[in-house]
């Protein structure tokens, strides 16, 4: 019964994310976060011509 497998489940070993520790995958989290940023930061601002509506 279902009820039975879940009751069986070794939360220890179902918890484990990776071989990274919480501070690892935070700062890699974070770096990844500031590279994405640098990469929006370089592109090429988008013109914004006059359409003469103003």
């Known amino acids: 019964m ?3 497998i879940l009751l069986n489940l ?3 070993e179902s918890c484990d994310i990776g071989p990274a520790s919480a501070q690892q ?3 890699e989290a974070y770096r990844h976060r500031v590279e994405a940023a640098l990469v929006e930061k ?4 988008p013109g914004h011509p006059c359409n003469g509506d103003e």
């Open 2 to 4: 279902a009820s039975d």
């Open 10 to 12: 070794n939360l220890g």
């Open 25 to 27: 995958r935070r700062q």
């Open 42 to 45: 370089n592109l090429p601002l």
